[in-house]
């Protein structure tokens, strides 16, 4: 069973950067499809990004898109988050997940970590 640690979230302010990462163990890594959820105070859960298997592929949600960038590295088991050009809007806190089959059935959720924007 495959847990979930994520890491790097932090208070900035408008347009500054942070690099979210996420651990996982107890599993095979490349056979999860990774993405990153977000959950601001008073509001669902909402996709943000994700990365294919192979890390070949990924997409993103039109309110991010052309600001974050998800990668992955196989070898360290770890997926990463890169969020530039940070607005008030992206505060929330940030939840990766896993998948083998697609996002109606995750199998994994990180704790979360709070990422917090100001202007």
């Known amino acids: 069973q495959v847990q979930l640690v994520e890491s790097g979230g932090g208070s900035v302010q408008a347009g500054d950067s942070l690099r979210l990462s996420c651990a996982a163990s107890g599993g095979t890594f490349s056979m999860y499809t990774m993405g990153w959820f977000r959950q601001a105070p008073g509001k669902e859960r909402e996709f943000v990004s994700d990365?294919?298997?192979?890390?070949?592929?990924?997409s993103y949600a039109h309110s991010v898109k052309g600001r974050f960038t998800i990668s992955r590295d196989n070898a360290k088991n770890t997926v990463y988050l890169q969020m530039d050009s940070l607005k008030p809007d992206d505060t929330a806190v940030y939840y990766c997940?896993?998948?083998?089959?697609?996002?109606?059935?995750?199998?994994?959720w990180g704790q979360g970590t709070q990422v917090t924007v100001s202007s």
């Open positions: 997940a896993a998948t083998s089959l697609g996002w109606s059935t995750p199998i994994a």
């Open positions: 990365i294919s298997k192979s890390g070949g592929g990924a």
